[in-house]
Nanobody
């Protein structure tokens, strides 16, 4: 069974870049035809899909975050990475990586077959 684990700094200063890595075990991120997403949940709010990288390497982003978001992958390490630039306190959230077997048109948990435990990231000076 595939397992995902987020890692990265828990505290980021405003205007800096947030960087998180999702390490995948039990399956390859290049296996057809999966999508590997980043999803976040700000305190007191719902889940927000940020973007994804497909098994073939194509990337997709939420229009509301596209200008600040970059997702890349390292197939040799079976990892994919999120970078979010120019962060503000509104970017404070629990950040999740997740896998889906179809293009991520929904953000509810049931749509994704595997989730990481989540990484709390706080944006504060």
């Amino acid at each position: 069974q595939v397992q995902l684990q987020e890692s990265g700094p828990g505290l980021v200063k405003p205007s800096q870049t947030l960087s998180l890595t999702c390490t995948v075990s039990g399956g390859s991120i290049t296996t057809n035809y999966y999508f590997w997403s980043w999803i976040r949940q700000p305190p007191g709010k719902g889940l927000e899909w940020m973007g994804a990288v497909a098994s073939g390497g194509s990337t997709y982003y939420s229009p509301s975050l596209e200008s600040r978001t970059s997702i890349s992958r390292d197939t040799s390490k079976n990892q994919f990475t999120l970078q979010l630039t120019s962060v503000t306190p509104e970017d404070t959230a629990v950040y999740y990586c997740a896998r889906s077997a179809a293009f991520p048109v929904r953000v509810d948990r049931e749509f994704y077959d595997s989730w990481g435990q989540g990484a709390q990231v706080t944006v504060s000076s």
